[in-house]
């Protein structure tokens, strides 16, 4: 997803191969977040056995079967055997005086067919959960039984009461014809059509009366067949439940939810800290190309990390031989992986001569501890012993400093005068980027290049500043020429606009251009 500003490139709300390096880059946590829900399943399985159970198994007829029904007779049944009513009467025939609600939540009902119905019960032990289920299986079958039978009775009832009505207006109409054929009126052919219309209401309801009465003496009878049919098919026996089974199961239902909770709190982290891991973002923020960059270190990598070092140790070597003067390295997040990046620099350029490394290391990181003894050419001071130094007496000199919150700015050009920066990635937010940038601008130390620690293996982006030729490895001269005692006369020439997207060390952005540049940008004259 992009959003267009007028006069910009487009900028990504939500960038998915950063998102996808974070969560491959927090595995550690949402990968302890599986192994603790896999641990608490399985304590949860130790912990809460499943109690002592029995089953059976109940054929139930219904009177309105048809081969259309897809459950809702059956699932009816499940739901009035989960009554207080049902659970009552069980418990009257098991003779305990436990609550109904309580033995509710003991037992449930699934419906496996449109007429097979599985109870499940829980007990104290195997033969109190065998008593249970039976005591509860014949409850709900006189219930149900109760049920048919009521419903019978209730429409044999209202078939007699229909017949009574019939009845009722049978007699009426056979004193309405009794009082005219004795009435002997004028007109014998009125009281002749008056008698056959009578004579036709009387055989209905005549017909009608024996109908009703047939039918309410069937309705009578009940539902014989469902009262037979609807009995226990599988008798109450225990379950036994395998703790190994439930183990795993619950292991890998703990499994699943905690991955799940770990890649979402990666994934949203990852969106609200803001703190680069590309390559790319982490050289634009800077405003300097990555040069090389280290893996994370590791018990199982240690080889693989030296000859890393020593490969980025050539690179450095190399930009400090052809730089005019002490070449300074800053870690941000990563002193452990400086120091033994400075070293092996160290060692890369004692074969030409004298070193000395200017540690300026707060006594927490313990860089001393990681540097050691040294053998000359090497050689280890701190800042407060440069001015013990004769001119000259050391051919080479590199400078360990920290840009962590807290950072003295004003005395890093004591280390070097230019600067690589050994980052690592992911640790410090896009804000603290920028001021490390600004505030080494403002001091005068062009970053000559990046060095990125624990970068992820699969980042593909481009780290390089095209643009940054002033301060690249590739556009460094051999020698430059600095005048200390008369300053110079900059004048400027018309400077043009700005490309689309263009960010290096003399343009950010979000920052002033006097601000951020660390050096004199392309269209200044020196005299």
Known sequence: MTTTASGSTPVQLLDMQRLFVAIRRARRLWLSAGLLGLLAGLALAVALPTPPTAATKLVVVHELDQPTDAGSLISTDAALLQTTRVAAEALKRLGSSERPEDFLETYGAVGLTNNVLELTVEGADDADAVRRAQALADAFIADHVQRMQGAADAEAQALRTQRDRAQAELAQVDRTIADVTLSGTA???ASAT?????????????????????RAQDAAIGTPDVAAGTQIVDAPRPVHTSLLLTGATNGGIGLALGLAAGLAFA?????????????????????ASVIAQLGAPGLLRGRTTAKEYSRVAVVLASAIRSGPGPVSLLE???PKATVTLARHVAEELAAEGRVTIVDDLPSERGARELLGETEPP????STGELGALSSGQWERRIGIGSVEPGAAWTELGELGEETVLVVRAGHATTAWLHTVARQLADCGIPVIGIVLVDADPKDRSDGTLWNGLHTALRGRSTTRE???????TITTAPVPAPSTGELNSAHRGDLPTEQFSPVKPNNVEVS
């Open 332 to 334: 941000l997040g990563c």
């Open 482 to 488: 600095r005048q200390h005692d008369d300053p110079p």
């Open 267 to 287: 994934a949203v982290s990852s969106v609200a800290r803001d703190r680069p891991v590309l390559r790319r973002e982490v050289s634009a923020h800077l405003g």
């Open 194 to 214: 008056q008698l056959e219309t009578l004579y036709g209401q009387r055989a209905d309801l005549a017909s009608q009366v024996s109908d009703l009465t047939k």
């Open 187 to 189: 007109e014998e052919s």
């Open 378 to 381: 090497v050689r280890v001071v």
